[in-house]
Each structure stands twice: as structure tokens, then as C-alpha cells.
């Protein structure tokens, strides 16, 4: 079963931008992509996908400010965060669906502060 490695994360003051990228141990091309977060206290929240054709799609509170993509070839998987604010800190996750077949990375943590 393939793997999912996050990388990225950090501290980063309000305003500004990081780029999350989730490395996988074999091929996505048939997954469906999604990136989630889990902040302190809270249950686990789904923020972003990249279907297998490249359609996207974002909640609502991070659309216009993070970019999903996927490059298939490097088996890689891309969260841009802009503007980020103190309410984006968490825990994110990189998570692959493979028509029900489920497999979650291991996360990286995003903290927004002055």
C-alpha cells in the first residue's frame, strides 16, 4: 500500500505563506487527493481535494487563499497556503481515497502567530 509523507510545515506570522507537499511511496494516479486539518480541541477538517482529472474543489473558509495541485509523474501532492491567518494552525493531513481504499499520511504541523 503506498505511503503519504508530509512536509512543509512550520511557524509562519500572519499574512504569509507556506507550501505543504505530501510525498507518496508509489504511484496516485488513481487517487483522489484531499488535504485535512486538525487544529487543537477540534475533530479532523477536510479543506481541500484534486480528483484524478484535476478538478478541485476547497472549503469554503481557505478558497481563494490555498491551492491544491498534484504532479503524478513526481507521485507528489501540493497544499500552497496564502494569507494565512491564526485560525489555519493545525495539524495538516494529507489523505488518499483509491475508490474506498483510505490511507492518511503522518501530518505536519502549521502555526500562525505574531
Known amino acids: 500500500q503506498v505511503q503519504f509523507v508530509e512536509s512543509g510545515g512550520g511557524w509562519v506570522q500572519p499574512g504569509g505563506s507556506l507550501r505543504l507537499t505530501c510525498a507518496a511511496s508509489?504511484?496516485?494516479?488513481?487517487?483522489?487527493m484531499d488535504w485535512y486539518r486538525q487544529a487543537p480541541g477540534n475533530q479532523r477538517e477536510w479543506i481541500a481535494r484534486?480528483?484524478?482529472?484535476?478538478?478541485?474543489i476547497y472549503l469554503d473558509s481557505v478558497k481563494g487563499r490555498f491551492t491544491i495541485s498534484r504532479d503524478n509523474n513526481k507521485n507528489t501532492v501540493y497544499l500552497q497556503m496564502n494569507n494565512l491567518k491564526p485560525e489555519d494552525t493545525a495539524v495538516y493531513y494529507c489523505h488518499g481515497d483509491d475508490h474506498g481504499a483510505s490511507v492518511w499520511g503522518q501530518g505536519t504541523q502549521v502555526t500562525v502567530s505574531s
Open positions: 508509489g504511484s496516485i494516479a488513481r487517487y483522489d
Open positions: 484534486i480528483v484524478t482529472e484535476d478538478r478541485t
